[in-house]
């Protein structure tokens, strides 16, 4: 484009300019077509384009009258034909154009596709037989074609192009270097992730096993950010260009406030999988991934209340997550507070006029929580690889409990164990929980020796650890931790045993008078 074609004259001036439009999406097509033909392009289309164009009174020549074949097989075969790739692959030498002459075919300059939309058929549940009709053929042949030979093809993929591409054209008679460049990587992009879409939902149909033997998922960018975890690195939020069928921190509203940060999104995700995780009204307050108190009770006002006096100190700058309706009465009980995001299914409406009195404050919609997504792992990204796993949404049946010590847990300290136990396994590792029923009463986070994670969370109790039962993520490998947490008054331990010093920890257990039960459930959290 722009550079004058052997055997075919000096000037662009002197060429046909030729375009081929075949579009899914209709967007833009009679406009677009319109200043293309303006500008002195013979348009070449099929099927629905053709006809859409046509209705505009636009010129337009059907692949049919250019290939000298009808369309084929309802239409799978429409444009795989030589008189179309090869007017799209030629080079422009020499030889390339006296190849193309000889079979009376001309080039084109430029090609404008969108494809069948597998991903929204797939989305909205349809069948196996509609997702195997839109899997496009011609379309990504075009595509990479016309991609593959930038140096002289243009390639347009989506209908958001098309106002740049004619007011390039218009204002500078081509497209430059540069531009025919950006639009071939875009036009990569498109077929990769069409194709991953395309692998991923047949491998799911056909093969369905854990771990496929190539992993591709597809992320899109949805956010570019100030900065990364720390200032000087640079941050980006990305999201599955998939459907997701469960709330989460990618698919929440933002309803009002700030830009979020990188690690507000890291910590909303674990505060809201973490009320996600209980069936009853839940309120947790956390802080760099941790919580710093979390509760459950009959109302989502009392589950707060109790969540937040845990440990009022350290919410400041936090997050807060609740599993039901915001409420007036919980808005209200925020104010007082400094927190950078508060998360919910949904708003009162006074509860969110109250809660954007706060001008900065980031406030996320999730929707309704339902069931998860079976379909979701657990992926983490180390150099040079990725770790992959089932999330963890195991839940400790008590049923199974064994009952190690001498004494019996009370009703009361079983409840206690239950929630404990849940807490435990978003909290990380190494940690201990202590709770008395429904409630966090100390957090001892991420320590590297379980007894100094027992000694944190009594600190953190503020004296309120008398008479709590203790969770522990994995088992204690010595007695100290249980002699510690003794010393604090804790009642009972609940904990996934498997030590080859397990009888030590239960003779401590029994010497003080505490209940203890095994899970032979770990929950480590990394």
Known sequence: MGEPLPGRGDTLAKIVRRAVLSVHDKTGLVDFARGLSGLGFELVSSGGTH????????????????????????????????????????????????????????????????????????????????????????????????????????????????????????????????????????????????????????????????????????????????????????????????????????????????????????????????????????????????PCGIASADDILTAYKRAVAVDPLSIYGGIVAVNRPMTLEVALELKPIFLEVVIAPSYEPDALEQLKKKKNLRILETGPFGKYDSSEMDMRKVVGGMLVQDRNLKRLDMATLKIVSKRQPTADELLGMEFAYRVVKHVKSNSIVLCKGEVSVGIGAGQMSRVDAVELAVKKSKGNSAGSVMASDAYFPFPDGIIEAAKGGVTAAIHPGGSIRDQEAIDAADERGMAMAFTNLREFKH
């Open 51 to 290: 006809a859409e164009i046509k209705k505009a009174g636009i010129p337009v020549v059907q692949v049919s009258d250019v290939t000298g074949f009808p369309e084929m097989l309802e239409g799978r075969v429409k444009t795989l034909h030589p008189k179309i790739h090869a007017g799209i692959l030629a080079r422009g030498t020499g030889d390339h154009m006296a190849q193309i002459r000889a079979q009376g075919i001309e080039p084109f300059e430029l090609v404008a596709v969108n494809l069948y939309p597998f991903e929204s058929v797939v989305a909205r549940g349809g069948t196996l037989d509609e997702a195997i009709e839109n899997i496009d053929i011609g379309g990504p042949s075009l595509v990479r074609a016309a991609a593959k030979n930038h140096e002289r093809v243009a390639i347009v993929v989506s209908p958001s192009q098309y106002p740049m591409v004619l007011e390039e054209l218009t204002s500078k008679g081509e497209l430059s270097h540069g531009t025919r460049k950006r639009l071939a990587v875009e036009a990569f992009e498109t077929t990769a992730a069409y194709d991953a879409a395309i692998y991923s939902y047949l491998y799911r149909t056909y093969v369905n096993e854990p771990f496929p033997r190539t992993l591709v998922p597809v992320f899109r960018k949805q956010l570019e950010l100030r900065y990364g975890e720390n200032p000087y690195q640079r941050g980006c939020f990305y999201t599955e260009a998939r459907t997701l069928t469960e709330p989460s921190i990618t698919t929440a509203k933002q309803l009002h406030g700030k830009q979020l940060s990188y690690n507000n999104i890291l910590d909303a995700n674990d505060t809201l999988e973490m009320v996600k995780d209980f069936d009853r009204p839940t309120a947790a307050a956390v802080k760099h991934t941790n």
